[in-house]
Nanobody, 113 residues
Framework: QLLESGGDWVQPGGSLRLTCTAS????????MSWYRRAPGKDREWVGG???????DFTDSVKGRFTIGRDKDNASAYLEMKNLQPEDTGVYYCRQYRNERTYWGQGTQVTVSS
């Protein structure tokens, strides 16, 4: 089970850190990804981190978002800087492990003035 937290309202140019916390340490045995769903749009991939720590991001967030892991707490984070209104949406963490896909319930990020 995955649980996202940290969503909030921020002004353009602001920052937020989202956390994805897993219910058990098996979370540390595979990579994970962040997705988001903007209002009226399909869910899209934002970025991911491999088991070895390599990260990748969709072009629109490169240079502004980072992903990291906290293995002691079976969690991962999405650090978001210079947020823009187009970053508004519900953010989800996802993990594929042992032939199963796990999703969190999402956390709302709203960027507006």
């Amino acid at each position: 089970q995955l649980l996202e937290s940290g969503g909030d309202w921020v002004q353009p140019g602001g920052s937020l850190r989202l956390t994805c916390t897993a219910s058990d340490s098996n979370f540390n045995l595979a990579g994970m990804s962040w997705y988001r769903r903007a209002p009226g749009k399909d869910r899209e991939w934002v970025g991911g981190i491999t088991l070895g720590g390599t990260t990748d991001f969709t072009d629109s967030v490169k240079g502004r978002f980072t992903i990291g892991r906290d293995k002691d707490n079976a969690s991962a984070y999405l650090e978001m800087k210079n947020l823009q209104p187009e970053d508004t949406g519900v953010y989800y963490c996802r993990q594929y492990r042992n032939e199963r896909t796990y999703w969190g319930q999402g956390t709302q990020v709203t960027v507006s003035s």
